[in-house]
């Protein structure tokens, strides 16, 4: 039976942290792990590889003092030499408060003979399913920190993977030394054979390169001797098609005559449909100039009718604002000839709302009069309509 040697290196976030790891039927329990990284190694006489569990046991939260500095500036007064100085320094104060943190082990190595095995941690849950019953889930530990309570373990298959089955450190270190010469002499025929795998892929390009040029030159052979064979074709086609070339000829000389006489006609044809479409320009011609001269006429009178419009217009509205101050005038003479009788006679807070209606229909008599003439004169258009059965004209 051999030993196996078992390494661990922690520490906790607050300091008062518990774990403990379980491995080959051993157990050891660890307590106010601290806050700096603390080494435990420890020597089982056993090399039979079982799983190794590490129990969280106080994990949630807790509240560790903490102390923050208070700056103050003092100042004292001294005699020295029949003067009086002021002196001042600054007092730090530390003041206590409590700050709430979550406990928290970070496991920073695990080594088995020499091995690290730290990225083989594992958490595993088990949940209650209704229709399969406890299932249990695995998930790895990012960088050894241990967050919830539980047990926490590296598989037996997982360390086997990673150590085989605990070699010790030695042998292996031995069996690594053996080894490099054996790889310098892999990478040495490796070079060899990359060097033949180069010169073969040069030959082959050499080949490719070579095989190229007989095709291309067979081609151009080829390419050759079919030049030659549609040259005799093409002299055979000439040699039937020169014998129609008299007999296109003279087809073409007749036809050109017939055409010549064809274009002597057109031409007459032509002067003619082009001498009546100018006369009918012309008289269009006419006919628009004449109508222009009408309205330009029209345009001249209607110009003059706008200006006069205008212009009595501007007239009108001078003579309604001059009517508009008259009628003011003459309503603020009444209002103040009536207030002075009133007043004289007594009666001037007699029929005061009577009075006070009045003054508003006079001061908005002007603007609403022409908009209840306008109603009043529609009503009566519209009902002389109906009784005389003539179109109604709406007065806007």
Request: charge should be positive; aromatic fraction near 14%.
């Amino acid at each position: 039976m051999g030993n196996t040697n078992l390494k661990i290196k922690y520490y906790g976030k607050t300091g008062k942290e518990k774990f403990s790891v379980s491995l080959m039927g051993k157990r050891y329990n660890f307590k106010n792990v601290g806050t700096n990284a603390t080494s435990h190694q420890a020597i089982i006489g056993s090399d039979k590889a079982t799983d190794m569990v590490i129990n969280f046991g106080n994990a949630g939260t807790t509240k560790i003092q903490k102390f923050k500095e208070k700056k103050e500036r003092v100042c004292r007064r001294t005699r020295r030499w029949g003067k009086r100085r002021r002196r001042c320094s600054d007092k730090i104060t530390k003041i206590p408060y409590m700050e709430k943190v979550e406990k928290r082990v970070i496991i920073k190595k695990i080594e088995i003979n020499g091995f690290d095995i730290t990225s083989y941690l594992i958490y595993s849950s088990t949940s209650c399913d209704p229709s399969s019953g406890n299932v249990t889930k695995t998930e790895n530990i990012d960088n050894g920190i241990l967050v919830r309570g539980g047990e926490y373990r590296i598989p037996k298959s997982m360390l086997q993977q990673a150590i085989g089955k605990f070699v010790p450190k030695p042998i292996h270190d031995d069996l690594i030394a053996e080894c490099k010469p054996k790889d310098k002499q892999i990478l040495e025929q490796q070079s060899q054979i990359n060097k033949i795998e180069d010169k073969y892929g040069v030959k082959s390009a050499e080949y490719d390169t070579l095989l190229a040029k007989f095709n291309k030159l067979t081609g151009f052979q080829d390419e050759k001797d079919k030049k030659i064979s549609n040259a005799s074709k093409k002299i055979n086609i000439m040699n039937n098609e020169a014998s129609d070339l008299e007999g296109q000829l003279k087809w073409a000389e007749d036809n050109i005559n017939s055409l010549n006489q064809q274009n002597a006609m057109n031409y007459q044809k032509y002067n003619k449909s082009e001498g009546k479409y100018y006369q009918d320009v012309e008289k269009e011609n006419y006919g628009l100039t004449k109508e222009n001269t009408n309205r330009e006429n029209a345009n001249t009178t209607f110009k003059q009718k706008v200006f006069y419009k205008k212009e009595t217009k501007k007239n009108i509205d001078i003579y309604n604002r001059f009517a508009l101050y008259v009628y003011y005038f003459f309503v603020f003479a009444f209002l103040c000839i009536s207030f002075y009788v009133d007043s004289k006679s007594g009666t001037l807070m007699e029929n005061l709302y009577g009075k006070i209606f009045f003054i508003i229909i006079a001061l908005i008599y002007p603007f609403v009069i022409l908009t209840i003439t306008k109603y009043v004169m529609n009503f009566f258009y519209y009902f002389y309509s109906i009784l005389n059965g003539v179109t109604y004209e709406k007065i806007y």
